[in-house]
């Protein structure tokens, strides 16, 4: 198996757990946050489903001074319309990784537009999956306060 191939099953595996643990977000709650300083349920869903568009705009080194995101302005729905919309943008940011040999991961630097931190791709790829994984685990956390029940991920 390739680099590339191991960070695209790291990235499935991560989002098909994301989705069980989404899938279990009632409706009443999809607009339920901790604080007003924190992103309701439904927004934090968004949240990583929107960066993939991002993602790949950064991997790709991209221009982001005219970044518009493609949700802008649409409305917080439900959890299937905000993975049927984002499909596409995650398709494409996988086909993106998909291209990438063991060489371009270990020798393209990648500057992180946030922090200016540098890292080459490889490592930057994996702290993309990080960055969902984080959000899972915030996500529990909600879905705990919400007293709802919380599906397992550990299959």
């Known amino acids: 198996m390739t680099q590339s191939e191991l960070i ?7 989002r098909r757990r994301s989705i069980k ?11 339920w946050k901790p604080d007003e300083g924190a992103m309701s349920a439904l927004e934090m869903i968004r949240h990583v489903l929107e960066a993939d568009y991002g993602w790949k705009m950064i991997i790709n080194k991209e221009s982001l001074a005219n970044y518009e995101t493609p949700w802008k302005n649409k409305p917080l729905t439900s959890l299937t319309d905000e993975l049927e919309f984002a499909e596409p943008y995650r398709n494409a940011f996988l086909e993106c990784v998909k291209q990438f040999s063991d060489r371009d991961l270990n020798e393209t630097e990648i500057i992180h537009p946030g922090n200016g931190k540098r890292n080459n791709l490889g490592k930057y790829l994996l702290r993309i999956g990080y960055h969902e994984s984080v959000h899972a685990g915030q996500f529990i956390s909600y879905l705990r306060v919400m007293n709802a ?3 397992n991920i550990w299959d």
């Open 149 to 151: 029940d919380r599906p």
């Open 8 to 14: 695209l099953l790291n990235f499935t595996e991560i």
């Open 21 to 31: 643990l989404w899938s279990g977000l009632p409706e009443e709650y999809y607009t």
